[in-house]
Structures are given as structure tokens and as C-alpha cells.
């Protein structure tokens, strides 16, 4: 299933955040993605109804399977391709930036024969 950029940053922003501060609000994604908590609050409602978070009753967002598996694809995009840009000269902020539109557009064929040779 496709779905839209910002659902996957989104995503892939909730499983950076769990990694590093082991449990997720509403107002920790606002604060790293600097968006509106309105805003947020409207993408985490779309993102529940859609079956990839849930938000228990105290507001922890938890990945789905869904979730969790669109996230850490974008996550290893994300960092492979980042990654792989610094390593050929492109310099750190502007690789990271490159990357983040980058892993959203990229073929799965693409990704994977960038991967083979970053990873060598």
C-alpha cells in the first residue's frame, strides 16, 4: 500500500524517537518535526484510523505492524542513503536533507543496487 510523504516521515520520526527516548507523545514529534500540535494531533488521528499507530489512553503513540514496518524501511533508506551521499563528498547537512526527500521517491530496484554499494 502507498502512502502519502508525510505519513511516512511521520512514521519514520515515531520509530527514531522510541529508539532514543523510549516512549512517544504527540508533542515530542511536534517538537522534533517543529510543526503545530494541531497539525500533529490531525496526522496522528489520520495515521490511527488508517490502522499504523495507536495512542493509548495517556497519549504514548505505539507503531502498528503496518507502522512499524513503512517506518524502518524509511529508516534504513534514510540512513543508507545519507550515509553513501557523505561517503562520495556531498557534505553531512546537505546529504541528510538530499536523503530525507530522496528515500520517499526512490525505486525498491534503485534503493537496493544504492545499498549493494554503499554497503562494499
Given at each position: 500500500?502507498k ?14 524517537l522510541?529508539n532514543s ?9 511536534a517538537n522534533e ?8 494531533s490531525?496526522?496522528?488521528?489520520n495515521?490511527?484510523?488508517?490502522g499504523?499507530?495507536e ?13 512499524k514496518?513503512?517506518?524502518e ?12 551521499l557523505?561517503?562520495i563528498g ?6 541528510t ?10 525505486s ?13
Amino acid at each position: 500500500m502507498k502512502i502519502q510523504e508525510s505519513a511516512e516521515n511521520y512514521l519514520e520520526t515515531i520509530l527514531m524517537l522510541k529508539n532514543s527516548k523510549g516512549s512517544v507523545r504527540s508533542v515530542d514529534i511536534a517538537n522534533e518535526l517543529e510543526f503545530s500540535k494541531p497539525s500533529v494531533s490531525i496526522a496522528m488521528k489520520n495515521l490511527r484510523e488508517n490502522g499504523y499507530i495507536e495512542v493509548d489512553s495517556n497519549g504514548y503513540i505505539t507503531l502498528l505492524p503496518s507502522g512499524k514496518e513503512i517506518a524502518e524501511k524509511m529508516y534504513e533508506r534514510h540512513t543508507t542513503l545519507s550515509n553513501w551521499l557523505v561517503d562520495i563528498g556531498v557534505p553531512k547537512e546537505i546529504a541528510t536533507d538530499d536523503a530525507c526527500r530522496i528515500e520517499h521517491i526512490i525505486s525498491s530496484e534503485t534503493f537496493e543496487a544504492i545499498k549493494k554499494i554503499a554497503n562494499k
